[in-house]
C-alpha cells in the first residue's frame, strides 16, 4: 500500500526542523547490555508548521542532520510556500539554500562558529547576531517556535512508541508515515 503524508497548508509557513532516533527494535535495555546486541535505530527529521507535520524524511542512523534540510524544505515547498526555517541545523550549504530561495534562516549557529564569511554572507550575520546577544537574537528572531518540532517528536514517541514494528525498510517508511499522518488527523480534531 502506498501511503503519502498529505497535510492540508493554505498558505506561507513557517516550518521547524527537528529529527529524533526511533529503536528499531522494542527489546529492553536489560537484554542489550547483558548480552551486548546492538540493535541501532533510525531517524526521522520532521518539518512542522505550527499546526501539523508538513514533511518527513526517514534515515539510517548514521545520516547527519544537516544534509537533510535542503529535502525537508523542498518537499514543503510543493505543498505551500515557506517564509522561514528555524531549526538547528547550521551548515554553509543550509544558509546558502535557504538565502536563494527568498526564506529567512533562523538557525542557531555553534557556540565556537567563526564569524568570518567563508562564502556565506547570510551565516556570517546570523553568527554575529547570535554570538553578541543570544536572548535578543531568539526574541527577535523567534527561536522559541523550535518547540513545536520538538513537540511533534515528543507526541509520535508518546502515542505511537519509540520503537517500529516493521523489519523491511519500505515497510519502515510506511509505518512512520502512517503515525504521522494519524498525528496530523489527531491534531485536526483538537482544533
Given amino acids: 500500500m502506498n501511503v503519502d503524508l498529505n497535510p492540508s497548508i493554505k498558505e506561507d509557513e513557517v516550518i521547524a526542523v527537528d529529527s529524533t532516533g526511533i529503536k528499531v527494535a522494542n527489546r529492553g535495555e536489560w537484554v542489550r547490555s547483558k548480552w551486548k546486541v546492538r540493535r541501532g535505530f533510525i531517524k526521522i527529521h520532521l ?33 505551500a510556500g515557506v517564509t522561514k526555517v528555524i531549526g538547528a541545523y547550521d551548515t554553509k550549504q543550509n544558509f546558502t539554500y535557504l538565502h536563494e530561495r527568498n526564506i529567512e534562516a533562523c538557525i542557531k549557529v555553534r557556540r565556537n562558529t567563526s564569524t568570518k564569511a567563508n562564502g556565506c554572507m547570510s551565516r556570517k550575520i546570523a553568527a554575529i547576531e547570535q554570538l553578541k546577544d543570544p536572548k535578543l537574537w531568539k526574541k527577535k528572531h523567534d527561536y522559541g517556535l523550535r518547540w513545536v518540532a520538538e513537540s511533534a517528536t515528543s507526541a509520535l514517541k508518546r502515542t505511537f512508541g519509540e520503537h517500529i514494528t516493521s523489519i523491511k525498510w519500505s515497510n519502515i517508511i510506511k509505518e512512520l508515515i502512517i503515525k ?4 496530523n488527523l489527531f491534531t485536526k480534531i483538537k482544533q
Avoid: C, F, H, P
Fill in 47 to 79: 518539518a512542522v508548521d505550527v499546526k501539523q507535520i508538513v514533511s518527513m524524511k526517514v534515515t539510517k542512523e548514521d545520516a547527519g542532520d544537516g544534509r537533510m534540510l535542503k529535502q525537508l524544505v523542498d518537499d514543503a515547498l510543493k505543498k
Fill in 180 to 183: 504521522a499522518t494519524i498525528y
